[in-house]
């Protein structure tokens, strides 16, 4: 880690004028990530979660969005990521990832993965091409564009890690995605050379637990991964086929419930830190894994779920499961506490007048004002808003200092002072969930996505079995007909839709022929959203 002296406050304000500076990085020429407010998992590459713009003041809406479903059918516990292009990325446990519009919230695109329930955890990472990449429970890390047609998004390459994907990438100068899994493995993958279509893999390197903390990356090239057996590893890229170097590793002295690592490592000056099961947050040096300071908070169980956030002065914000947001000097002294009084699963999002904004157990975004620098002085909470569902996504801000936050109620809130609801999406448009019968043969399920402009619909599709496809045509006085494709079958107009809309009901039938390798099929359908 590159070691260099601190920085006074007002210097790193001035500074992100031409790119942040925290952990080693000028944002501004970080990895191969975009140049947007907000293009990955927590911020940067070294998941600092500091934007260089003021939040909003209150709890204003701008407009909210919905997957008409909740908790593990439609709810959302990843990150909201922004494109270059302002469009904003999030997968919902639904299977669908959506690229949705800031000015209103509106589908721009999306991408629905082979799994329907607890489908995404992986926070989208845009880079400077504007490919988008996530992992998914079904097994894929996927590289993804925006189609010139429709609005499924068009799949670059896909690259099939053959377990559960827990982590969000991060990306490195070369290109290199790196994330783990499941099965306990850090993958680093290289994408396709020039001429190919085929991504490969560099390197894995086996941990001793599940892999749910997200890879961090310094400018030196170092990457950080914590693990359920309670080890926070060191590593350092050697090219491909040659296994990577471990350059250290810090354990807490313990695995699992009691010691594992669930949270992801943040890169704060010189210091890595992380937080632990065990409940105390470590602050470690980035170059030898030595342990600088620990900080004890009061549970010794599952006691952290929240990564620390850094302040512009380089104080760090986090929220243990004891339920209290805590102020940490980079020496590791508690400066001040706001009691909220539940368990924080969400990783704070500060804003440049210092601004603390964080989510709850209980549903609650809070937003909170740091003490006035008096003696005495107390944290106040500036505004909060409850939604209906867990918060387990954090919140993210946006250049404009609008501020997004996904709920479990299948739901994400964008915030903002000086905008107004926007009228809600007419006619198809939304997430439907049904079933489909092919030829009378029992139900299978079935999810749609719309989008309806003044009674041209295009849609994208997937059923049970994890086929998916497009379809676009017309709606007039309550019925529509489509004509679509298969996903990687070169018949876009093999799919005949014929249906009707009653209320949030759709009902039809479809006719499935001469697409070849595909068998002629026949069926109806049933959706509400």
């Not at 701008?62 to 479903?69: A, C, D, I, N």
């Not at 919902?92 to 993965?113: C, E, K």
């Not at 190919?196 to 637990?209: E, P, V």
């Not at 505004?383 to 109620?409: A, C, E, N």
């Amino acid at each position: 880690m590159s070691l260099r002296p601190s920085i006074p406050s007002w210097v790193l304000i001035s500074l992100t004028a031409i790119g942040i500076v925290f952990g080693g990085w000028s944002f501004g020429e970080s990895a191969g990530l975009a140049d947007s407010p907000w293009p990955m998992y927590r911020h940067d590459p070294g998941h600092t979660s500091f934007n260089a713009t003021k939040g909003p003041a209150t709890n204003r809406l701008k407009w909210v969005f919905s997957t008409g479903r909740a908790e593990k059918e439609g709810g959302f516990e990843n990150d909201v990521t922004i494109g270059p292009d302002g469009t904003l990325y999030i997968g919902a446990n639904n299977g669908v990832l959506y690229g949705l519009d800031p000015a209103t919230g509106a589908i721009r695109w999306v991408h629905l993965s082979a799994f329907d329930t607890f489908a995404i955890y992986s926070t989208a990472a845009v880079d400077r091409q504007g490919l988008v990449y996530y992992g998914a429970k079904d097994g894929h890390l996927y590289a993804l564009r925006p189609s010139a047609e429709g609005i499924a998004m068009e799949v670059v390459w896909r690259f099939n890690l053959g377990t559960t994907i827990e982590t969000s990438p991060v990306i490195g100068r070369d290109g290199t995605v790196y994330l783990g899994a499941d099965d306990w493995k850090l993958y680093a993958i290289a994408p396709p050379a020039a001429g190919s279509a085929t991504a490969t893999l560099k390197w894995t390197f086996q941990t001793g637990g599940t892999l749910i903390s997200s890879p961090a990356l310094d400018a030196d090239g170092t990457i950080y991964i914590g693990s359920m057996d309670g080890h926070l590893y060191a590593l350092s890229d050697r090219g491909a086929s040659q296994p990577p170097n471990l350059k250290w590793s810090f354990s807490t002295g313990k695995r699992d419930a009691t010691g594992g690592i669930e949270t992801s490592p943040v890169l704060a000056g010189e210091a890595v830190l992380i937080g632990g099961n065990d409940g105390v947050l470590y602050a470690l040096e980035g170059t030898t894994g030595k342990v600088r300071w620990r900080l004890k908070t009061w549970f010794d169980t599952y006691g952290i779920f929240s990564n620390p956030a850094v302040g512009p002065d380089g104080t760090l914000y986090f929220g243990p499961k004891d339920g209290r947001l805590l102020a940490v000097t980079p020496e590791g002294k508690i400066a001040w506490e706001y009691k909220i009084g539940t368990t924080i699963e969400t990783s704070p999002a500060v804003g440049a007048d210092g601004i603390v904004y964080v989510g709850a157990d209980d549903g609650r975004l809070y937003a909170v004002r740091p003490p006035a620098g008096l003696w005495g002085a107390k944290p106040q909470l500036l505004w909060g808003f409850q939604t209906k569902g867990t918060l387990i996504g954090s919140p993210v801000l946006d250049r404009d200092g609008t501020l997004y936050q996904p709920s479990m109620d299948g739901k994400v809130y964008a915030f903002n002072d000086t905008a107004q609801v926007p009228k809600g999406p007419g006619g198809l448009t939304g997430t439907w969930y049904g079933h489909f019968a092919e030829r009378g043969k029992g139900n299978k399920p079935m999810t749609v996505v719309a989008v309806d402009r003044a009674g041209a619909i295009v849609a994208a599709w997937r059923l049970g079995s994890g086929a998916t496809g497009t379809a676009s045509g017309r709606v007039e006085v309550g019925r529509f007909t489509l004509r679509g494709g298969v996903a990687g079958k070169r018949c876009p107009d093999a799919l005949r839709v014929d249906g009707s809309v009653e209320g949030d009901k759709v009902l039809g039938r479809y006719t499935l022929e001469g697409c070849p390798g595909t068998t002629p099929a026949q069926g109806t359908f049933e959706l509400r959203r």
